[in-house]
């Protein structure tokens, strides 16, 4: 079977258009939720879905995804019902690409060897784990390909040309390029740098090259669009979810519906950034 | 673990991939990872520059006040009837701990490396304090994070940070200690990486920085051993000190790992006891990785990390430095833990006995002092570390034995 990554990529490229990328943490506000949620992206326009594994010390992520991750383990999400919600979603859509993404060390706790064989069997199609670099790549990177999973990496704009050919080396899937050095929900990079950026890594590999960090609104998307062959957009996602609680932090009625509004949007900004160009 | 086969030598770690057996490593994001490389060529520049060491040995004499004292505390050796008992006085050095050495050694690199921003996560605030000291020496700009807890509990020292041109973060997120400033620091760093040098408190965080913060801290027990040839002839038969992180333990330590006559005991904080809420991460903790490295943590089933505690800010940290990890996992170093009620009894016993107050984390290894010279012979050597002296804790033990200042 060809990857679902990989013929995701490759309808969205026949469609001339950069597929949208969506990232939401698994258990956020609670694992029912969450499900109905990750369900219901695909039909609200995600071509491809992050699924944020929670962790109690997210380095690399802004204070939205820090509190999203928080209401998850609060819920009491774990790895394991991270897993479940992946199978439950697979049950009902065959072609929509789930991409783990987190830090190592509740992998390492769980077994590598366990977590690939039950994240492969689950339906899970690749993972982003961000305290993995290259010099660390037997710890999960080698053992993931070997599996048939995606181990995608992140360029950055400190990842210059010397070290460009060790990160894409034992990589799979796509090429997530970090748009500003800093953490999730960063500051909105300069769409002109970013272009140059993309060029680059283009020049160097085959992987299609999604962008993400900053990314909040569809005239972003739509700006990113024009040149790259995927959006990610995270943190604004995770802070639609906050922002439909209650008061008690509790989902309402609103909770999903703020989400698909808002990736619908974000999916329509997607297919104009190349009409525009 | 002592079953494992003995290296010729314990001295020879981290190698080229920046592990101590199957501890330490370069677990960061990709944006660190070129800085951190960086970092590493530049330390090995400086290391090989006779310059560097000059320089460094001018602002220990001058500016730290260094070497520190050996001094025998023949009234607490008196009292506890056993060992005799020597204080290496570290915290007789400028800003009043071990951390200066450290951070003098970073700072000087951090003007090889033409870094004009230098951040810093503090717990107890002695670092913080080093930290923001050396910042001012050589105008350069200082931020130091900090937990909300720790701001709160170690008050005089985030005055002093202030007064010496510091910015102060109180960081709000997780338990709001020590683990959070840590988080907060990495963020900034990967935010900042153009200008800025993240200048860590211990021997933690990925490769190079265990190796580093160890060589610079190493003073403490090369001056030790001359110290003691000097006053008794001989090396000392057993070394004693606190571990957080670790920097001060195993400056003191590492110039000995390979005389195997020489006990070694590192003592954790065990907070409420080992059973309750505690921050001994080999004690009770299993192999993790976090901020930038693998090590014993404190942590659940599903590998979230928990929330340690010890009443002493510097202490309480769910990690410590994979080193130590490995020098426990071969056994040349045997790691113990005190409680919280052992500390504040140590900190009272040394004050009272000998007119040193020592830091509450000090007081950790003070207090395994009292538990283990009594047993020993008369002519037993034993050297205990005192990291830091205990001003910053005075308010805090003042609460606690129900005093209002
Ligand atoms: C006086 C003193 N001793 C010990 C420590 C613990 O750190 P480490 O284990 O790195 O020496 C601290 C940390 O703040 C400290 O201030």
């Known amino acids: 079977m060809k990857h679902r990554i990989d013929a995701r990529f490759a309808l969205a490229a026949r469609e001339n258009r950069a597929a949208l990328v969506t990232f939401v943490t698994a258990g956020d506000p609670d694992h029912e939720t969450s499900l109905e949620i990750v369900r219901a992206l695909p039909g609200a326009g995600a071509d491809v879905i992050e699924l944020g594994m929670p962790f109690t010390d997210p380095m690399a992520d802004g204070p939205a995804i820090q509190a999203a991750g928080l209401r998850a383990l609060a819920a009491g999400e774990t790895l394991v019902k991270t897993l479940d919600l992946v199978r439950a979603f697979r049950e009902r859509d065959q072609d929509t690409p789930i991409v783990l993404m987190g830090y190592y060390n509740p992998i390492y706790v769980h077994g590598v060897e366990r977590f690939l064989y039950e994240a492969k069997e689950a339906g899970a199609d690749g993972m982003i784990v961000v305290d993995l670099p290259p010099e660390e790549d037997e710890e999960l990177c080698l053992p993931a390909l070997q599996s048939g999973l995606a181990f995608i990496r992140l360029a950055t704009p400190t990842t210059d040309d010397k070290r460009l050919p060790a990160v894409l080396k034992n990589t799979a899937g796509f090429v997530y390029y970090v748009s500003v050095a800093g953490t999730t929900g960063a500051a909105t990079p300069d769409f002109n740098v970013v272009g140059g950026a993309v060029d680059r890594l283009k020049r160097h590999t085959d992987l299609p090259v999604a962008v993400g960090f900053g990314v909040k609104t569809p005239e972003h998307a739509a700006a990113i669009a024009a040149y790259a062959d995927g959006v990610v957009v995270g943190s604004a996602i995770v802070d639609a979810v906050a922002k439909s609680l209650d008061a008690d932090g509790r989902a309402t009625n609103k909770t999903v519906s703020a989400v698909t509004a808002l990736v619908s949007a974000l999916a329509a900004g997607v297919r104009r950034g190349r009409a525009a160009a | ?405």
């Open chain 2, 1 to 405: 673990m002592t079953a494992q086969p003995q290296p010729n030598s314990f001295r020879t770690g981290p190698d080229e991939r920046g592990r101590f057996g199957i501890f330490g490593g370069r677990f960061v994001a990709e944006t660190l990872m070129p800085l951190i490389l960086e970092l590493e060529a530049e330390y090995e520049t400086a290391k090989k520059d006779p310059a560097f060491h000059a320089e460094m040995e001018s602002y220990r004499t001058h500016y730290i006040g260094r070497p520190s004292p050996l001094y025998f505390a023949e009234r607490l050796t008196e009292h506890l009837g056993g060992a005799k008992v020597y204080l290496k006085r570290e915290e007789l050095n400028h800003t009043g701990s071990h951390k200066v050495n450290n951070v003098l050694g970073q700072i000087l690199l951090a003007r090889r490396m033409g870094k004009k921003r230098v951040i810093a996560e503090t717990g107890a605030g002695q670092h913080g304090v080093a930290t923001a000291t050396l910042c001012a020496r050589f105008g350069l700009e200082c931020v130091v994070f900090m937990g909300a807890v720790d701001v709160a509990r170690q008050a005089p020292n985030v005055f002093r940070m202030k007064m010496l041109g510091a910015t102060v973060v109180p960081v709000q997120s997780g338990a709001k200690t020590l683990k959070d400033a840590m988080n907060e620091a990495l963020r900034d760093w990967v935010t900042n990486v153009a200008d800025t040098f993240y200048c860590i408190g211990t021997v933690a965080g990925p490769h190079p920085y265990p190796a580093m913060v160890r060589d610079f801290q190493s003073i403490i027990g090369i001056e030790t051993r001359a110290q003691m040839q000097e006053m008794e002839g001989r090396l000392p038969d057993s070394l004693i000190a606190c571990v957080g992180g670790g920097s001060n333990a195993i400056g003191l330590f590492h110039p000995f790992l390979d005389e195997s006559d020489v006990a070694i005991y590192g003592v954790e904080a065990a907070g409420f006891g080992l059973s309750g809420l505690n921050a001994a991460s080999i004690a009770g903790g299993a192999p993790g990785v976090l901020h930038g490295n693998r090590t014993y943590l404190l942590m659940d089933k599903d590998g979230q990390i928990e929330e340690g505690h010890s009443i002493s800010a510097g202490l309480d940290y769910p990690g410590i430095g994979p080193e130590h990890a490995w020098l426990n996992d071969i056994g040349r170093v045997k790691y113990l833990s005190a409680t919280d009620d052992e500390a504040v009894s140590a900190f009272q016993l040394l004050s009272k006995l000998e007119g040193i107050i020592p830091a509450l984390e000090s007081a950790h290894a003070i207090a395994k002092v009292v538990e283990l010279a009594p047993g020993l012979p008369k002519d037993h050597l034993m050297v205990v570390n005192l990291s830091g002296r205990g001003d910053k804790d005075v308010p805090q033990i003042a609460e606690r034995l129900g005093t209002s200042l």
